[in-house]
């Protein structure tokens, strides 16, 4: 284990020096991502939520441990029989390197000098260790037949020493030698950790840039939030969500760190020019701002998985004219720097809707991990086929031609958001007093706008909601309704009715392969 731990802190000390955006442990990490069915990931997200990438980092971490643990017994018992399994570790992870993206000679490098590097440390404590065990007494041997008859007391000698002065003598210094050379290891494994952990601060660099970069002003700014918007109610969700809490669902395991001073975004495909953008390029633009929205796919009835901020950037159809979509093209295939893509109707991005690609969030350049420093922001789609990270590409295509990430998992390739609604009040677990008890929450259909929330008691009459003012229709809504409850155990649905009078869908269905649907229900206890 201890040979293992050196080997991959050392691999990723050289993926810090030779690949700073692709390393074994995240290039193994995202083969694992994209080769899990679609319903295990659906598992961790709703197990783990945004936490699921830690889980997947303790998991992994759990199995190198363990395999390592048995190359190293397998080792002890059978020359070359625990290389063997070390040697498979770095063929896996240059094998996961390749797949990735940001793959390259270099970054394969990493995976096979970490293997490298368990081999020749694993002989080496291997023979320490041997060394010591022949200075030792020998072992006793175990026998098949079963311990030995005691001798009478009348036959018995004295019992024997457990190890004669001299053979302690000798196994002493072979002792120390192995505990020196593990040590040594351990160390090996520290200072190497410590040094990738460094290296890879990059993130810092990243992070300084970002501190340092002035957004310029709007020139269409986001109306501002009408009175009345933010309903006064504990522990309903904030009408903005700030951006330490939006969540967070992609395929990155490592957040990619694009330095802005050389990021581009080139339109590509069956356009009559390709263009190149840089981000001075960008920031030079007429910015627009906007609140919208966004959704994971991956959001369950009543879950988290949604958040609405107020985003900075330059309308993609703008992007998109200057570029002259040839006919036929119905499809832009958007693509991360770290080779995540999405497949998004071109009339999505062509038409009146604020499609954006972001700069902003929340009055502030993107965070890292939300994009920074580009991203799509698409109202109306699910996140899978629109909310592009870290952008660096947008090649105009047909849907019969390519495929996204996620289609050939399973998922449908347009992705529009489906009316829902949420209880937010009261939380599952608290105390309800009898009498009047407030209920509250979010309802939302993006690019439709909702139009009335209701709510009902134990399958009863369905009772309309107190319905917050809205933004606009491509951002969520503020609902509460106060109900008079005596003691007793109460069944409580809500449903949004978007403007159109559409309500949405009560049958239960999945995430996969567009989207759940139901009403979200929670269940009161009400106390006298």
Not at 105 to 112: C, K, M, S
Not at 503 to 520: I, L, N
Request: neutral net charge.
């Amino acid at each position: 284990m201890a040979a293992v731990a050196a080997g991959v802190a050392l691999g990723e000390l050289a993926a810090g020096l030779l690949s700073p955006s692709v390393s074994p442990v995240t290039a193994v990490g995202g083969a694992v991502i994209d080769a899990v069915p679609p319903g295990v990931k659906d598992w961790a997200i709703s197990l783990f939520g945004t936490s699921d990438k830690l889980a997947l980092l303790g998991g992994m971490a759990l199995a190198i441990a363990v395999l390592a643990g048995l190359a190293g017994v397998l080792e002890r018992r059978r020359r070359f029989a625990g290389l063997a399994v070390i040697a498979v570790f770095g063929l896996v992870g240059a094998a996961a390197v390749l797949t990735r993206a940001e793959g390259s000679a270099n970054a394969v490098a990493a995976p096979l000098l970490a293997a490298a590097v368990g081999l020749l440390l694993l002989r080496w404590l291997i023979q320490r260790l041997r060394e010591w065990s022949d200075a030792g007494p020998p072992a006793a041997a175990p026998s098949d037949a079963g311990p030995a008859p005691a001798a009478a007391p009348s036959e018995a000698g004295p019992a024997p020493a457990a190890a004669a002065p001299d053979e302690e003598a000798q196994a002493r210094p072979a002792r120390r030698r192995f505990l020196q050379s593990l040590a040594v290891t351990a160390g090996i494994a520290g200072v190497g950790g410590v040094l990738a952990s460094t290296l890879r601060g990059a993130a810092a660099a990243v992070t300084e840039l970002r501190g340092k970069l002035v957004l310029p002003g709007a020139a269409s700014r986001a109306r501002p939030i009408p009175a009345g918007a933010e309903l006064s109610l504990a522990g309903l969700s904030p009408l903005v969500t700030p951006n330490r809490d939006f969540y967070r669902i992609d395929t990155a395991l490592r957040v990619p760190l694009v330095d802005p001073g050389e990021w581009k975004l080139k339109v590509t495909g069956l356009v009559d020019h390709e263009v190149e953008l840089d981000l001075a390029g960008l920031l030079a633009k007429p910015l627009t701002e906007r609140y919208i929205t966004i959704a994971c796919v991956s959001n369950e009835v009543g879950g988290d998985l949604i958040g609405n901020a107020r985003w900075l950037g330059w309308p993609v159809r703008e992007l998109l004219a200057q570029a002259g979509p040839k006919p036929g093209a119905d499809m832009v295939l958007s693509r991360s720097v770290d080779g995540w893509t999405a497949g998004t109707p071109l009339e999505v991005l062509t038409d009146a809707r604020d499609a954006l690609l972001a700069v902003g969030m929340n009055g502030e350049p993107l965070p890292l991990e939300h994009g920074f420093p580009v991203r799509l922001v698409v109202p109306g789609l699910y996140g899978y086929v629109s909310a592009t990270k870290w952008v660096t590409e947008l090649k105009v295509t047909r849907f019969a031609d390519d495929v996204a990430y996620w289609t050939p998992r399973g998922w449908s390739d347009r992705g529009p958001i489906k009316t829902s609604s949420r209880i937010d009040v009261p939380r599952p677990g608290r105390r309800v007093d009898a009498g009047r008890v407030d209920f509250g929450g979010v309802a939302w259909a993006q690019h439709r706008g909702v139009g009335r929330v209701e709510v009902r008691v134990n399958r009863g009459e369905w009772q309309q909601a107190e319905l917050a003012p809205a933004i606009s229709i491509d951002t969520w809504r503020q609902w509460k309704l106060s109900l008079p409850l005596g003691p007793g155990q109460y069944e409580v649905q809500v449903r949004a009715i978007d403007l159109a009078g559409v309500p949405q869908v009560e049958e239960r269905a999945p995430v996969a392969p567009s989207g759940a649907t139901g009403y979200h229900t929670v269940t009161v206890d009400v106390k006298s």
